[in-house]
């Protein structure tokens, strides 16, 4: 059983930038592919950015690219979400998530494990 724990989360001026974090205990995050989510008040919860681990593939949705840049650290044991430039709709609640038999980035159905989230607010 995988626990996923984000940090990182907090409040930031429009244009600024934060690192999110996703530490793992209980498997290596390294057999997995990890993605960030989020989640704004009274939305779905939406894909952000993942990462295959085993061939380092990266994907993002098209309203980060450019801005937000998606890392892992093996020894660590976390994935990171470095967020650069960061603008009032990307408030929300970001998750972790991890899945073994993920065929699709965004499908949100693919990843066995989830994080508890953090908040971030972005403020102009």
């Known amino acids: 059983q995988v626990q996923l724990v984000e940090s990182g989360g907090g409040l930031v001026q429009a244009g600024g930038s934060l690192t999110l974090s996703c530490a793992a205990s209980g498997g290596a995050l390294s057999y997995y592919v990890t993605a960030w989510f989020r989640q704004a008040p009274g939305k779905e919860r939406e894909f952000v950015a993942g990462i295959n681990w085993v061939n380092g593939h990266t994907y993002y949705t098209n309203s980060v690219k450019d801005r937000f840049t998606i890392s892992g650290d093996n020894a660590k044991n976390t994935v990171y979400l470095r967020m650069a430039r960061l603008e009032l709709e990307d408030t929300a609640d970001y998750f972790c998530?991890?899945?073994?038999?993920?065929?699709?980035?965004?499908?949100?159905?693919?990843?066995?494990?989830w994080g508890q989230g953090t908040q971030v607010t972005v403020s102009s």
């Open positions: 998530a991890a899945g073994t038999s993920v065929m699709s980035f965004p499908a949100r159905g693919s990843y066995d494990y």
